[in-house]
C-alpha cells in the first residue's frame, strides 16, 4: 500500500473542513504550531461530525516523552469524552454526542491550579484535577489518528471518521465569553498555537479539503 503524501502547506481554511472518509490507519493531518517552548496551559477547541460508534480520537498532540501530553477522544463504551494531559486521563459523562451533527469541543488546561475543564456545544462542565508541570519537547498534532508513538502507533479502531473544522490552540485557557464567541462562530481570537484562519498542515493518505456543509436559510 502506498501512502499518498502532500507537501506542508499553508492555508486559509475559514469555511472549509477537513473530511476523514474511511477507516485506516494511515490518514491524517499533520498540524505545524507556532514554535514555543513550553506550555503551561492549553485551550483547544474544535468542531467535528461523525456517525461513529466506537472509541475515536479527537485530537492527539504527543510529545517524546509523553505520547497522550493533550489528547482529546471519545470513549463509545462508557460514552464520555476523556481528555489526556501528561498520559493521565480524566473523564465527563452526560454529554449528548449525538451522531451526524456538529459538535463543538473545547477542552482548557492550567498546570498552574491542574484544573481541566471541558465545554460542550457551549456548555461548561465541572473542573477536574491533573497534575503535570507543563508540556515541553518535540510536538506532534495530528488530526484524524490518536498517537501511541510520537508521529506513530496508529490503531484503525481508533481512528476519526468524518468532518473536522475550526480548530484552534492557544497557550492559555480562554475566558467564558471568548468561548462563547467560538461556539457561536463570532468575532473571536484566533488560536495563537494553531489558528484554523492560517494554518500550516500536512495531509497524508485520503483526507479532503472541502467547503464546510452549511445548512442553506
Not at 38 to 67: G, I, P, Y
Not at 74 to 98: F, L, M, S
Not at 154 to 182: A, N
Request: charged fraction near 20%; hydrophobic fraction near 35%.
Amino acid at each position: 500500500m502506498f501512502l499518498i503524501l502532500k507537501k506542508i502547506t499553508l492555508m486559509y481554511l475559514s469555511g472549509k473542513m477537513f473530511t476523514f472518509p474511511q477507516e485506516t490507519n494511515t490518514a491524517r493531518v499533520i498540524l505545524t504550531p507556532t514554535p514555543i517552548q513550553e506550555l503551561r496551559a492549553v485551550t483547544v477547541c474544535h468542531r467535528s461530525f461523525t456517525d461513529l460508534k466506537r472509541e475515536h480520537a479527537l485530537f492527539s498532540l504527543a510529545t517524546q516523552t509523553h505520547t497522550n501530553a493533550f489528547m482529546i477522544q471519545w470513549d463509545e463504551t462508557n460514552k464520555e469524552v476523556q481528555p489526556h494531559i501528561g498520559d493521565t486521563k480524566t473523564h465527563y459523562r452526560g454529554q449528548d454526542y449525538k451522531p451526524n451533527t456538529w459538535h463543538s469541543i473545547c477542552t482548557t488546561w492550567d498546570s498552574a491550579s491542574g484544573l481541566v475543564q471541558l465545554w460542550f456545544d457551549g456548555q461548561p462542565s465541572m473542573r477536574k484535577y491533573i497534575s503535570f508541570g507543563a508540556i515541553r519537547g518535540s510536538t506532534m498534532i495530528i488530526l484524524g489518528q490518536e498517537q501511541d508513538t510520537h508521529g506513530g502507533g496508529f490503531d484503525l479502531k481508533q481512528c476519526f471518521v468524518g468532518m473536522m473544522s475550526d480548530v484552534h490552540m492557544w497557550d492559555y485557557t480562554l475566558s467564558p465569553c471568548e468561548m462563547q464567541k467560538y461556539v457561536d462562530d463570532l468575532n473571536f481570537t484566533p488560536g495563537n498555537v494553531l489558528n484554523w484562519h492560517a494554518m500550516e498542515f500536512q495531509i497524508i493518505d485520503r483526507v479532503l479539503i472541502e467547503d464546510k456543509l452549511m445548512t442553506c436559510h
